[in-house]
Each structure stands twice: as structure tokens, then as C-alpha cells.
């Protein structure tokens, strides 16, 4: 999507083991952004980027850590997995003047088991 | 706080009938609004947004959306539904009042019957 790409797709781990969502986009934008979906709870904001060097807590930051590496790159890191992290995982960035529209990546389905 | 509303987590149409999928905001100041389509297993694709021009706006793949100020809501319709317009569908709000931050409704699952 829109040149926003995220890896892995798939992801399954044990409770208390770690791992990195990886995001790259090559839109050349600032603001770069991590949400998850649950079922019926739409998207929420996890932490977000607004520019090479800034990170921001977002709505539901606990449990997570994350990494501007670079322009191109933002990066979800889960240090002790828990069950209630079992989600889908999409990363964003945010586009226009005012931030007027929004390109997803494809999403990481991550169980926690 | 900025919120969006979607009434119906899940609405059922007919093949061919009008789509209507209701989408509420609270903001004092008008924000930008958006619908957003996803399909299984996809990211979230743009339908439509408003950003403040005319207040009718229409999208791809035939939708339309239409700000209503007073009623402080953005509802996304569709003349004839389609079995491709099956999906989840989420209303987003961003602007001044949200520090330029997204925030999603809880999103309403399309099913088109044939």
C-alpha cells in the first residue's frame, strides 16, 4: 500500500518472548505512525514519529517500545509478549498539509500464545 | 476529547440496494473526516475525505460522503451496492483539534447478499 511496507506478515510467539515489527516507507515523509486493530475497537494509536529522532506515546503506548532508526524506518519492538498484545499491527505514515490522509502498510498479525 | 461514532458494527444490504453507513463526530472545531475501506486481510485503503471544500465528497469505487455541521455527521452512502463492496469500512477524524492525530471509529462490516 502506498509504499508502505511491513515485515513480517505473520508472527507467532510465546508469552514473555520478544520481537521488532519493522516498518520502511520510501514517500520521503516525516510523521510516521504504529496502530493496532482489535475487533471492535477500530484502530488505535500506539506510539507515533513526527520526525527523524522524535518518538511520542500514543493511546495505548504500554508494553511497547519503538525506534525512529531513520527517515525511511520505524520500528515496533514487544520486549516481554502478553496475550492481550494479540492484535494486528499496521503502520502508517501521515501525509499533506495538516496531516490529511493516511497510507497503511499491510499489517503484521501477531498471536501471542 | 476528539471521538467518531459508528452506529452498526455490522449492516447487511442486498446486492443493488443503497448503502448507508453512519459515521458521527464530536469537535468544536470542524475537523478534516475520512472513510477508510479495508478487505481481508488488507491494509486500510482511502475511500473519500473531507477537508474543509464542499461539503459533498465523493470517493472511489461510487461512494459519497456528506458533511453535515449541524448534524455533526459525515455518513457514507452508495447508490447500488456491489458483493466487491463487502468489507470493513472505518470513519477517521483528524485536524487542529487532535493535535493532526487519527482517530477510528470501531468500524462497520459490510456484507452484501446476493
Known amino acids: 500500500n502506498a509504499g508502505v511496507t511491513q515485515t513480517p506478515k505473520f508472527q507467532v510467539l510465546k508469552t514473555g518472548q520478544s520481537m521488532t515489527l519493522q516498518c520502511a516507507q520510501d514517500m520521503n515523509h516525516n510523521s510516521m505512525y504504529w496502530y493496532r486493530q482489535d475487533p471492535g475497537m477500530g484502530l488505535r494509536l500506539i506510539y507515533y514519529?513526527?520526525?527523524?529522532?522524535?518518538?511520542d506515546k500514543g493511546e495505548v503506548p504500554n508494553g511497547y517500545n519503538v525506534s525512529r532508526l531513520n527517515k525511511r524506518e520505524f520500528s515496533l519492538r514487544l520486549e516481554s509478549a502478553a496475550p492481550s498484545q494479540t492484535s494486528v499491527y499496521f503502520c502508517a505514515i501521515h501525509v499533506g498539509l495538516m496531516n490529511t490522509e493516511a497510507f497503511f502498510g499491510q499489517g503484521t498479525r501477531l498471536t501471542v500464545v | 476529547a476528539q471521538s467518531v461514532t459508528q452506529l452498526g458494527s455490522h449492516v447487511s444490504v442486498s446486492e443493488g440496494a443503497l448503502v448507508l453507513l453512519r459515521c458521527n463526530y464530536s469537535?468544536?472545531?470542524?475537523?478534516?473526516l475520512f472513510w477508510y475501506v479495508q478487505y481481508p486481510n488488507q491494509g486500510l485503503q482511502l475511500l473519500l475525505k473531507?477537508?474543509?471544500?464542499?461539503?459533498l465528497v465523493k470517493g472511489i469505487n461510487g461512494f459519497e460522503a456528506e458533511f453535515k455541521k449541524s448534524e455533526t455527521s459525515f455518513h457514507l452512502t452508495k447508490p447500488s451496492a456491489h458483493m466487491s463492496d463487502a468489507a470493513e469500512y472505518f470513519c477517521?477524524?483528524?485536524?487542529?483539534?487532535?493535535?493532526?492525530?487519527?482517530?477510528f471509529g470501531t468500524g462497520t462490516s459490510l456484507t452484501v447478499i446476493p
Open positions: 473531507y477537508t474543509s471544500a464542499a461539503t
Open positions: 469537535s468544536s472545531v470542524p475537523p478534516y
Open positions: 514519529s513526527a520526525s527523524e529522532g522524535t518518538t
Open positions: 477517521a477524524v483528524s485536524g487542529l483539534n487532535t493535535g493532526n492525530q487519527f482517530y
